[in-house]
């Protein structure tokens, strides 16, 4: 292929969507400050103070971005989070290198108001948490170096911004949805450097027919022009998955204002994108005018896919079973200031489940997902956070309009998603005097026009809104068999019922909370409680501990075992459904939530998959044995460290694994080899009897694949002591943990006879007394202060004072006698 001689930037997917048409941009994540209140004006971020006068107050923190106000406060079991306005500052060395070129600050996301200044000059606002915009901070920085004040800063340029996540019902989310609506920085903050005349944005069709026999590249753009150059040349190059020039055009264009059509591009046999190959094309755009030369670089790739009515989802013309969960931008100790690292981890855990869809709830969600949802192969369902709360007036409804149009124009050159989604739960009131069925019919109706006008080649979608179910191509009812409504049994009728009412369906959000950590022996004694054929949508108010009909979510004991039936037979039962599109388990990570100040991690939703810092449940094994290829074995119960039951009693122990056959050993001695059934509930047949032996026992599995073997071993005590009542809570230090700097404190409720009690629940508070800090605020089981027993024990993390290392920690619980423990760090 003859090259056009101009030498092409190869700018990584990342960088180079920065910002579209930058050549130069950089994440500015240190030498920032942090001020958690308000100001009385611009003039107290920046003005001159001697240190230690009244001027210097308030006190400033330094951080680094990402950053977000709540990065604690949101697990604080005694309070509300902080929700009101926080301040940002820093200095900007500005060094521009393109003549007239625009100076940019560009924000992948920030809560929830955003005002940015430069020195006392205000540059924009812009309203919304989740959608990337761009303060173009040229004029201002050049008649900042010129004022007199410039000599102060040394020649750098003060840059502040205020972020405010305050309630308002004007706004979307409500602050009745079920997470926090955070503050802050949260995503990267970049300076970007573009010439004059620079690509504001590209967007690219890729289309193909279902054989994948031709395939359709539409490559359209819109231009940042402040000096409304007219005409420039434009260069395009695209190339295959193996990084091979296939297409390169060079044509003059004429500039004009908005969105124009560039070129159409025809390509026979593409290589098409799949969850098991994602392959992506790249297209490379060059800009050369009288301005100078603007580059831009990204992603895309072909595929197709259709929802049949009534039936299953094809993806390139063959039925792909949809198997996925949901994803909230959430972390343990950063809130949702999650860093590139910490988002990948996350995204490869969800991938080595054996997922190939997720569900980006309830709103925009940061462009480092979509890449890596591109890259690795998981279809997406991304919403704007229209949830609950009812419908507001003009100014919330033009918000979400924003919202809807920012969300496609910035992420629909992404070949992972599939389906826009309009709102979640819109049927649950609240936030307005009136709920008005007609106009929230009326207004999801503008939305469904407006996305499918803005892309044309996705599906629109909603969550539980039963009274907007035919507005939208995909819906997606509300189905918590086994949690909020009737029997997890009862889960395949329901979904069958469901599917017959739309032409097109989805299952979004089953599954259980979990306490991390906690094993029942026998956890479904209480399903005797609850009725049958009364259906399993959830309503409101089910998710309170109080009240209502008798349902798991209430009145099951919310160990990993219960979840483990469930999520078991959920996932047995799917595969016995051929009309089935597909299903994404709620949610995969433990996130944070003002409404559920009682659980047994407070204010935490627990429905994760894995925990608030990635540590998986037992679940995440279950899925991997039903949906991922590569062999696995995993012997249930790794976090469960004390079985119980009588002398000589068989206990069940169960693996999970996708092999045709496993042979288990209890203390060396083989259990016999058993051989998986999908169908053989539970444990799909790979489950048996054995007795334990007082105190330690090694269990080992040995699964196979063919030539292919995997293993997995664990060791349990068995204690077949009763116990009664919890008494006393005895606190000891963790001898076998072994990270640097920090103790870890183990406590554990004993009777009057000093047996642990294994099936105590109490809730607890842990206390320091002296030097050092509690690593506590991470909504975790193991990383909060105020915590629910999980079979008699919790444990927390200690950060001693190196300089006075002694401290007392203490463990108190209503009805109980307080332990306490001499800590000495050495």
């Not at 299952?507 to 026998?522: L, N, T, Y």
């Not at 009897?689 to 292919?708: F, M």
């Not at 508070?765 to 050092?772: P, T």
């Amino acid at each position: 292929m003859k090259r056009t001689g101009f030498l092409w930037m190869l700018l990584c997917g990342v960088l180079a969507c920065y910002h579209a048409g930058a050549q130069q941009s950089v994440r500015i994540t240190q030498q920032w400050e942090f001020l958690r209140s308000d100001l009385g004006g611009i003039w107290e971020a920046v003005r001159p103070a001697a240190e230690g006068s009244p001027e210097s107050v308030p006190l400033w923190t330094t951080i680094t971005l990402p950053h977000c106000f709540n990065a604690r406060d949101a697990a604080e079991p005694s309070e509300n989070y902080y929700q009101g306005p926080g301040w940002y500052r820093t200095l900007l060395d500005i060094k521009n290198p393109y003549q007239q070129g625009r100076t940019l600050l560009h924000f992948e996301g920030a809560g929830q108001k955003t005002t940015v200044y430069v020195y006392t000059t205000k540059i924009t606002t812009h309203t919304g948490g989740y959608d990337e915009w761009t303060a173009d901070i040229t004029d201002a920085v050049q008649a900042f170096l010129k004022s007199p004040e410039a000599k102060r800063f040394k020649g750098k340029v003060p840059v502040s911004v205020r972020c405010d996540n305050s309630r308002d019902l004007e706004m979307i989310p409500s602050s009745m949805s079920d997470f926090n609506v955070y503050g802050g920085l949260y995503r990267y903050v970049n300076l970007v450097y573009a010439p004059l005349l620079s690509f504001y944005n590209i967007q690219l069709q890729a289309v193909t027919d279902a054989a994948g026999k031709n395939g359709a590249l539409a490559v359209s753009a819109s231009f940042r022009n402040p000096a409304q150059v007219t005409t420039a040349t434009l260069e395009l190059r695209l190339l295959d998955p193996k990084q091979q020039v296939i297409k390169e055009i060079r044509q003059d264009i004429q500039i004009r204002s908005g969105e124009q059509h560039l070129t159409d591009i025809s390509i026979k046999k593409p290589a098409l994108w799949s969850p098991e190959m994602p392959q992506l094309y790249t297209v490379q755009a060059r800009l050369t005018s009288s301005a100078g030369v603007a580059e831009w670089s990204d992603h895309t790739g072909f595929r197709h896919f259709e929802f049949v009515e009534h039936g299953p989802f094809l993806l390139n013309g063959k039925r792909l079973l949809l198997q996925g969960t949901h994803r909230h931008e959430d972390h343990a100790a950063v809130a949702a200031a999650m860093t590139e690292d910490m988002i990948r981890r996350e995204m490869t855990l969800i991938k080595n489940m054996g997922a190939n869809f997720i569900r980006l709830g309830h709103y925009q969600q940061s462009r480092i997902v979509l890449q890596l949802c591109d890259s690795l192969g998981i279809l997406v369902w991304e919403e704007i956070p229209w949830c609950r709360g009812g419908l507001g007036g003009e100014t919330y409804r033009q918000q979400a309009r924003n919202m809807l149009t920012s969300m496609i124009s910035q992420h629909r050159n992404h070949p992972a998603v599939i389906l826009w989604g309009l709102g979640n739960e819109n049927d649950w009131p609240g936030d307005f005097p009136e709920f008005d069925k007609q106009q929230i019919r009326t207004f999801m109706s503008e939305l469904n026009t407006m996305a499918h006008q803005q892309d044309s080649t996705r599906k629109t979608t909603i969550r539980r809104c039963d009274f907007c179910k035919d507005i939208v191509d995909v819906y997606s009812p509300s189905i918590w068999a086994g949690w909020y409504r009737g029997r997890y049994t009862e889960y395949k009728q329901e979904s069958i019922n469901e599917i017959a009412k739309v032409p097109h369906f989805f299952h979004a959000e089953w599954g259980a909370d979990s306490h991390q950590g906690r094993f029942a022996e026998a956890p479904e004694q209480f399903i005797r409680q609850v009725a049958t054929g009364k259906g399993a949508d959830e309503r409101s108010g089910d998710f309170a501990l109080t009240g209502g009909n008798a349902r798991a979510s209430k009145d099951g004991d919310w160990s990993e075992s219960y979840a483990v039936n469930l999520v078991d037979w959920h996932l047995k039962e799917q595969e016995t459904m051929p009309q089935l599109t597909g299903s994404a388990y709620w949610v995969f990570k433990d996130f944070s939530t003002p409404l559920r100040p009682e659980n047994p991690v407070p204010y935490v939703n627990q429905k994760g998959i894995v925990a608030r810092d990635l540590t998986p449940k037992e679940i995440y094994y279950v899925f991997q044995s039903y949906w991922l290829k590569t062999p696995v074995a995993h012997i249930y119960g790794h976090n469960w460290p004390v079985r119980w039951g009588s002398a000589g009693e068989a206990k069940e122990i169960r693996v999970y694994s996708n092999c045709p056959e496993a042979e288990l050993f209890v203390n060396g001695k083989s259990q016999g080899v058993k051989k998986r059934n999908s169908q053989d509930f539970p444990a799909a047949g790979l489950r048996w009897q054995a007795s334990l032996n007082e105190g330690a026992n090694h269990i080992r599995v040995v699964a196979r694949n063919g030539k292919q073997t995997v293993t997995d071993e664990l060791t349990w005590q068995y204690q077949t002591a009763s116990w009664s009542a919890p008494r006393k809570l005895l606190l000891t230090l963790d001898t076998s943990w072994h990270e640097a700097g920090t103790l870890r404190i183990l406590v554990k409720a004993v009777d009057e006879k000093g047996v642990l009690c294994l099936d105590a629940a109490n809730r607890i508070e842990f206390s320091l007394a002296g030097d050092g800090r509690l690593l506590d605020n991470l909504g975790t089981a193991g990383g909060s202060r105020v915590v629910q027993l999980a079979n008699g024990q919790a444990s927390i993390l200690v950060r001693p004072d190196r300089e006075n290392p002694n401290s007392v920690v203490g463990a108190a619980g209503k009805g109980l006698e307080t332990g306490t423990l001499m800590i000495s760090h050495q």
